[in-house]
């Protein structure tokens, strides 16, 4: 079997999944995990599919004709990489939104060996002050050789600079 990573985006109307979902069944594949959402009036995805190595090939043609309609991506999933790292932690950011603040957490992130699992952000409106909230609900896992107590130093520091309120639990969603 071959795990294939799809990823997906076009204008939302309905169907979409169906067809998306068709295509993948007439070659033999499963739909594992996926992420889908609507976004602006576009529809994005991500989707997880096993297929039989042999199908691999007619899989990706088959995925052509949905171009225009649903532009689809194909890539093929190599055997992970065997490396110790640490349980997953639970990262939430809460603060005025402000442009460059995802650059700034997965910078910090990135300098301590930290890779985003997921992410969820969105801004709301701020109940009493007006403006925009940006909140950030994410996933993270830390390598084998991340210093936590660094990171959360790190983060901290962060949380000031950009008068935000950053919390990192150890436990998952």
């Not at 994005?44 to 190595?53: E, F, H, K, M």
């Not at 932690?89 to 300098?111: C, K, M, Q, Y």
């Not at 992410?119 to 409106?125: G, H």
């Amino acid at each position: 079997m071959a795990t294939l990573v799809l990823t997906v985006i076009g204008d939302d109307r309905a169907g979409l999944v169906s067809a998306l979902a068709d295509v993948i069944a007439e070659h033999g594949g499963g739909w594992g995990r996926s992420q889908l959402t609507e976004l602006a009036g576009k529809f994005a995805g991500i989707v997880l599919v096993d297929v039989p190595q042999s199908n691999v090939a007619a899989l990706t043609a088959a995925l052509e004709p949905l171009e225009g309609v649903l532009d689809t991506t194909v890539h093929e999933v190599a055997e992970p990489k065997a490396g110790v790292a640490l349980a997953p932690l639970h990262l939430e950011l809460v603060g005025n939104d402000r442009p460059g603040i995802i650059r700034e957490i997965s910078t910090v992130l990135a300098d301590h060996e930290v890779s985003i699992g997921e992410l969820d952000s969105r801004t709301t409106s701020a109940p009493m002050a007006g403006g925009q909230l940006f909140e950030v609900s994410a996933t993270v896992h830390p390598s084998a050789d991340t210093e936590l107590d660094s990171l959360r130093s790190a983060l901290e520091e962060l949380a000031g600079e950009l008068m935000v309120d950053i919390s990192l639990e150890g436990t998952q969603r």
